[in-house]
């Protein structure tokens, strides 16, 4: 059975860091993408990074310069550095991995539990 598992959320003050870890289990990722979405409270999930085959990386606009997205494929775990952190970025957070498209969008074959990060002013 395939797990991903994410952990390193809490509170945290406004300008302060979080690292966020999600450790896969069950099989390897080494050649999929794996990414990160995050969830507010009466919001639609949204993307937050990606992190494809190659070291290629990607944001959403309003992390970018402020969260990074690495991996360690010896550890089968995929990481979410987030600096700068602000309040409207209290949501919950989710780790994905592989995607593919399905109707012309992407879909993500695993999906961890989520870990809440809180962002206090």
């Known amino acids: 059975q395939v797990q991903l598992v994410e952990s390193g959320g809490g509170l945290v003050q406004a300008g302060g860091s979080l690292k966020l870890s999600c450790e896969a289990a069950?099989?390897?990722?080494?050649?999929?993408?794996m990414a990160w979405f995050r969830q507010a409270p009466g919001e639609e999930r949204k993307f937050v990074a990606i992190?494809?085959?190659?070291?290629?990386?990607g944001y959403a606009d309003s992390v970018q310069g402020r969260f990074t997205i690495s991996r360690d494929d010896a550890k089968n775990t995929v990481y979410l550095h987030m600096n700068s952190l602000k309040p409207e970025d209290t949501a919950v957070y989710y780790c994905?991995?592989?995607?593919?498209?399905?109707?012309?969008?992407?879909?993500?074959?695993?999906w961890g539990q989520g870990t809440q990060v809180t962002v206090a002013s």
């Open positions: 994905a991995a592989k995607p593919r498209i399905v109707g012309g969008k992407f879909e993500y074959d695993y």
């Open positions: 992190s494809a085959t190659a070291g290629a990386t």
């Open positions: 069950g099989r390897t990722f080494t050649n999929d993408a």
